[in-house]
């Protein structure tokens, strides 16, 4: 496009130059037809005259001459400085085309600007965010330490008791091992009495009869309880149907609980009774829990120290050295200890109003029944993963009493009074 107005101006150039010598020979004929004029109405030329007249025609055309010459000198600088326009006029359309390029180039890198301020923006935000959470993963991190340390310190802890329970088992099994025969000759001495007694009642009068026999009932009072005493699989038959019998009221209530395979223990999933990760009941599950309670202070009087005959219990045993209620959690980081301990005080903190009567009943030590354990991760359920939900439980373990030296003492001073009256008597006849 640019050559082309190029050529048009060079065109117009020419039409330009051609016009303007015309115009000069116009002017030209234009001067000589007035010297003829002139020369026409004048007066008679003299050979001055004509020669002045000569003069000023080669004036004239010298003028002209000039004129064209100026003329085309003024043309060759138009054209000159038309060409110089058209030169720049291309360079200024290259100029506006390289603005334009820069323009829409800057206009770009703005765009990219803004993007990029945003970015930072967004960018900044982020690092805030990851510095604050990078802050709470070490506060955490520090809170986990201080925990693994206390928890470290509570493993050496436990480590010590159990091994002091340990001992405290071997004493408690050589103990139990002493008392079982003591019990043996206890029984035999029993029995080896009320065969004397017997055969005595059979050769004295009525009268003498009579007190035969009220030694006689003494003694089987007492043989019932070394029976007690020593039949320990009775004891362990006693657990379980009181378990069991737990478990079907239970199960009539709709709420699910599991026996332990050695049957000392029922067993209550926490999801059932709390909420996840705080000792805090659940609507439905205070009420499971509460149902649970109600049940274990309908039968359990019956078992405890000073147990009394009723319908529910004909035959009242003191069966029980204690009932904890334990609380258990899974593997999974936290402040497990506490969690369970704290379940375990909120089920034990149910036994208000009616179910107050289960923090008085007492063992036959005189001792509450009652107690509470919280094993944290400690105790998880064997053949299943640590961190699996199931661990997550309450539990209430049942422990049986076991023979004591008192008790077996008092029975065996009771055998000797017996005993005593029995030779009295002998020295009567």
Known sequence: MASHSVEHEEGGDGYFASVSDLMVGILFVFLLMLAVFALA???????????????????????????????????TALTTERNRSAALTVTLDASQREVSRLTAELDRLLRELVALQA?????????????????????RASALSRDLEAALVELARLQAELVAQARALTEARSRAASLQQQLAAATAETLNLRAQIERLMALVNPREREL?????SDLLLIERELANLSDEGRLHRLRRELLE?????????????????????LRLPSEQLFVLGFPTFTPTGRDRALRLLEEIAALLPCFAGGGTASDICPEPVSLFETILIEGHTDTIPGDNWRLSTSRALAVLDLMVGPLARLRELRNTAEQPLIGLAG?????T???????DARNRRIEMRFLLAA??????????????????RLDALKGQR
Request: net charge neutral.
């Open 41 to 75: 109405y004048s007066d008679p030329v003299t050979e001055n005259d004509s020669a002045a007249m000569r003069q000023r025609i080669m004036q004239l055309e010298a003028e002209r001459d000039a004129l064209r010459g100026d003329l085309v000198a003024a043309t």
């Open 381 to 387: 359920l064997p053949g299943i993963p640590g961190t």
């Open 245 to 265: 019998r737990l478990q079907e009221r239970l199960r009539g209530h709709r709420i699910e609980v599991q026996i332990s395979a050695q049957n000392d223990v």
């Open 212 to 216: 035969f026999q009220n030694l006689l």
């Open 403 to 420: 023979p004591s030296a008192e008790n077996l003492a008092a029975l065996r001073a009771r055998v000797a009074e017996i005993r005593a």
């Open 375 to 379: 094993y944290g991760e400690s105790r």
């Open 119 to 139: 970015r930072v923006v967004v960018l900044t935000d982020e690092r805030a965010k990851a510095l604050a959470d990078l802050a709470q993963e070490r506060a």
